[in-house]
């Protein structure tokens, strides 16, 4: 081509091989935020530090599941905690599988979790005392073990896999991805909202966060 069209579609074809788009090999990665737990906590009679989903939570549940009832999923993974656990299985169930458990999927640690006083910090002043590059660590390293647990998928059409988590985490984790530290991407996940990361070999490549429009037809008064 003379007129500058190959040069063009070469930038473009490294353009999308930078951001892994139609490129063979790519898992996707379906971060979740998990069902509301918090409604009526208290009266729940469990360790508040680690509650079940509440009826809220599980109507939430229900609603992603079904949204996510016709996408292949390879897998699914969550943390320990009762309302990922919970979450999961909602999830899980509609595709025949069962919930791998991760530690490092795990809500940031507070003081709370350490018994000690824990107070809201100034906006922007990072809350937490687990160091926020060592949460960052540990939640690549999870999703990387979820990627290389999922079969390759073949062609340039991606395997998924769930991955159902906890909004600190999270959100860490996303905007390490994105360059950006505590405060930056400031933002409060929706409860069961779905952030997608592309990731081949060391590469991962954020490609939406937050998307809770399953929600819409919860009940009004269910936000």
Do not use: C
């Amino acid at each position: 081509m003379s007129d500058g069209r190959e040069g063009f579609l070469n930038v473009m074809r490294s353009v999308y091989e930078r951001y892994l788009v139609g490129v063979p090999g790519v898992t996707e990665v379906w971060l979740i935020r998990h069902a509301d737990s918090y409604t009526g906590l208290e009266d729940y009679r469990g360790d508040p530090r680690d509650p079940s989903l509440s009826h809220k939570g599980r109507v939430q549940a229900g609603l992603l599941a079904a949204r996510l009832a016709d996408v292949p999923l390879e897998g699914v993974w969550a943390s320990g905690a009762r309302r990922a656990q919970e979450t999961a299985k909602a999830v899980a169930a509609g595709h025949g599988l069962s919930v791998v458990t991760d530690p490092r999927l795990r809500e940031v640690r507070t003081n709370w979790d350490d018994g000690r006083p824990s107070e809201l910090k100034p906006h922007g002043v990072y809350p937490f005392p687990e160091p926020e590059k060592e949460v960052a660590e540990r939640m690549r390293e999870a999703v990387a073990a979820a990627v290389a647990a999922t079969p390759a998928a073949d062609g340039a059409t991606p395997s998924r896999v769930a991955v159902v988590g906890h909004d600190s985490a999270l959100v860490i984790l996303l905007g390490s991805l994105l360059n950006l530290g505590w405060g930056q991407l400031d933002m409060l996940l929706p409860l069961t909202s779905v952030s997608v990361v592309a990731v081949k070999g060391e590469r991962m490549v954020v490609r939406s966060i937050g998307d809770a429009t399953h929600l819409v037809s919860a009940p009004p008064d269910m936000p």
